[in-house]
Nanobody
Framework: QVQLVESGGGLVQPGGSLRLSCAVS????????MGWFRQAPGKEREFVAA????????YYADSVKGRFTISRDNAKNTVYLQMNSLKPEDTAVYYC?????????????????WGQGTQVTVSS
C-alpha cells in the first residue's frame, strides 16, 4: 500500500515562505519521479513542480518559476516544496503525487498515487 502524507501547510502573509514536505511509504521511493500539484477553490487541479527519480532534473509551472524549489531526499523517502515570495494567488490545497512512469511530468494522469493534500493560505 503506497501512502503519501503531506505536511507544512498553513497561513502566511504575502511575501512569506513555507516549506511543504511529503513522506512516502510502500514503494521504492528512489525509483519514481515526484510531483506537486495544487487546487484552488472553484478551479481545476494544476501542475506546480516535479522532480526526477534522481533529483537531477526539475520542472516548474511558469507561475512559480523562480519562487518555488522542489527537492527530494531519497534516504528519507521525502520530497519537499520550498515556497518563497508567496502571493495570495498561491492559496490552494497542495498535493504531492508519485509518477507512474513515462516521460510526461506535467499532467495528472501521469501520476498514480496521491496524498491527501495540505492547505496553504496566503493572506494579510
Amino acid at each position: 500500500q503506497v501512502q503519501l502524507v503531506e505536511s507544512g501547510g498553513g497561513l502566511v502573509q504575502p511575501g512569506g515562505s513555507l516549506r511543504l514536505s511529503c513522506a512516502v511509504s510502500g514503494r521504492t521511493f528512489s525509483s519514481y519521479a515526484m510531483g506537486w500539484f495544487r487546487q484552488a477553490p472553484g478551479k481545476e487541479r494544476e501542475f506546480v513542480a516535479a522532480i526526477s527519480w534522481s533529483g537531477g532534473a526539475t520542472y516548474y509551472a511558469d507561475s512559480v518559476k523562480g519562487r518555488f524549489t522542489i527537492s527530494r531526499d531519497n534516504a528519507k523517502n521525502t520530497v519537499y516544496l520550498q515556497m518563497n515570495s508567496l502571493k495570495p494567488e498561491d492559496t490552494a490545497v497542495y498535493y504531492c503525487a508519485q509518477r507512474r512512469g513515462g516521460t510526461n511530468y506535467y499532467t495528472i494522469p501521469s501520476y498514480d498515487y496521491w496524498g491527501q493534500g495540505t492547505q496553504v493560505t496566503v493572506s494579510s
